[in-house]
Structure formats: C-alpha cells, structure tokens
C-alpha cells in the first residue's frame, strides 16, 4: 500500500488571454472548479492506475470539503484517514494564461495536518511500503514523519513543492527526491548539473516535456520525455510523482519507473484540470507501447 500524506484543496481556475497588470481589473475567458492539491491529485494519479492508495489529510467543514471527501472516496482512494477539520478547506487559485500557470495556495484545512495528526493514523501509516509527501501541509509534520518512516524503514518519495520550505537535512531522511529544475535551483542554490552527482539514484529533477534526469553514480541519465498536446498542465508534476511511487511500488527499475511516470505525465496535460486528464493503467500502456 502507498499512502499519501498531503494537501488536498479547490482549485479556482481562470483561463485569461492577457496578465492583469498591477491595479488592472480586466475579464478572464472562463473559470472552472476543480478538484486539486498536489496530495489529493497525487493519491488519484495512484488510484486511476489501479493502485491501492490511502490519503492521510483534512478538508474543512464547507462544501468543498464535501465535494472533495467524495471525490477522493469516487476515485477509489481509501479515505480512512481524511478527516474534517472545524476551518474552510485549502484553495488554490490558479491562473491559466498562454499554455502555463500561476498557482496562490491558502491552506485552510491543510494546515491543520499536524503531527498529531500523523500519530493518530500511524498505525495504518506504518503499514505503508511507500510514504509520498509534498510541502502543502505544516514542514514540522513533514519533518516528525520523515523521521519516523527512517525509523520505520519505510521508503519516501518527497515532491519538494512550494520548495522554499525544505531543509537540506531532510535529504538523508528520504529515498527519492524529485524537484522541478527551479525548485532544484532553490533548493541547493546551484544548476541542477553541478549537483545532481552528489545525490546518485535519489534526486530525480522533471524537466517538463524533455523528461527527468538524474545521476546512476557514473552518469548523469536523461530520461527522455513525450511531447503530447498541451491544453492544461496543472497537476502534470502530481501525475508523474503518483506514477512514479506505483511504478517503485510495483518493482519497476528506477529508470522504467521514470519512464513510466513521464509517459502518464504527458497524457495528464491533455484535459483541463489537475486530475481530469490523469491516465489509467491502460492509457499508460498504450502509449508506452506505441513509443517502444
Ligand atoms: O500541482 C498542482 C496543484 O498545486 C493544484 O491542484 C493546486 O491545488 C496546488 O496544490
């Protein structure tokens, strides 16, 4: 079992043709709400490619906390450990503008996912093989269960997103660290190819539609992305995290799991909406077999 511990929010989508300047009111071109946050959205990535996944977060106790409860529960995701908390749910606003987006996340529920929390559900956490975590919910909880998976030998995938709240320690504590290039940047203040060899086999950096590389400990490796067709690509980073940890899960070398995880990346960008486009199992297979 993969259980993931993370944010789960409302995502309010803008679609506008030109930015609003500082001051400017203008009109968007439409708006749609859509379930989100990059827990939720990696737990569902999981799920639609049939793995057996838990989600340990909060929602709040308004109708987006309802909506998403249900979602999570539709989507095959065991919501056993997702509790209401008594505070609005997380929503992230997002602005789509020319093929890319602009996230503000205001946590709400999110932040209520405190270590607390973590120890009420341990026992069914502990029955994890592989623990995915993000940067959405408090850091002292995901410190507290950075340490206890290290104590408990259970394995850890960080997506360090938003990357401003990572400390450097946690890199010992975890098995697989996959930031974008900017968060790499930010992460260890230096170009991904001037680091990336110290960390062999556990930093693993997504480079958008060239794919993800990373260093086998000889080599820096290029795992070559595919270039599908671009409606949305919110949530595409979600897609490839989940893909990524049920591909480990289900014994895939680290460079089949990359693959793997970049091909259900590039079918996730096809829809509008962080979870709409993500892949099943089938889609994946697909793909990978017209490519191979
Ligand atoms: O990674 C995309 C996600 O980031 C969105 O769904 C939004 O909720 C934010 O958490």
């Known amino acids: 079992m993969i259980t993931v511990i993370g944010s789960i929010n409302m995502d309010l989508i803008v679609g506008t043709d030109v930015f609003p300047k500082k001051g400017e009111t203008l009109l968007g071109s439409y708006f749609e709400m859509n379930p989100g946050g990059k827990g939720a959205n990696q737990a569902v990535a999981i799920a639609r490619l049939d ?91 995901v410190e507290y269960t950075l340490n206890k998976c290290k104590e408990n030998r259970i394995q850890v995938i960080l997506n360090p997103a938003p990357a401003s709240f990572f400390k450097p320690e946690w890199i010992e504590l975890v098995d697989y660290l996959t930031p974008n290039e900017h968060e790499f940047e930010t992460i260890f203040g230096e170009k991904v190819d001037r680091m990336i060899e110290k960390y062999p086999n556990k930093v693993i950096v997504t480079l958008g539609d060239r794919g993800v590389c990373y260093h086998n400990g000889k080599k820096l490796v290029l795992v070559s992305g595919y270039k599908g067709e671009v409606t949305d690509t919110t949530g595409a980073g979600d897609t490839f995290n989940g893909a990524f940890a049920y591909a480990i899960s289900k014994g895939f070398s680290l460079e089949e799991a990359l693959q793997f995880a970049n091909i259900a990346a590039s079918i996730s960008i096809e829809k509008i909406g962080a979870q709409s486009g993500m892949p099943t199992l089938a889609q994946v297979e697909k793909r990978l077999s017209i490519i191979k």
């Open 51 to 141: 793995g057996e996944v838990s989600m340990v977060g909060r929602v709040g106790i308004d109708s987006f906390g309802e909506v998403l409860f249900t979602k999570l529960e539709k989507e095959n995701v065991n919501v056993n450990c997702l509790k209401r908390a008594n505070t609005s749910t997380g929503i992230a606003n997002i602005i789509l503008h020319e093929r890319d987006n602009r996230i503000l996340v205001v946590p709400g529920a999110n932040s209520k996912v405190t270590p607390k929390v973590i120890d009420e559900h341990w026992e069914h956490i502990n029955k994890s093989s592989i623990v995915v975590m993000q940067l959405e919910i408090p850091i002292e909880t």
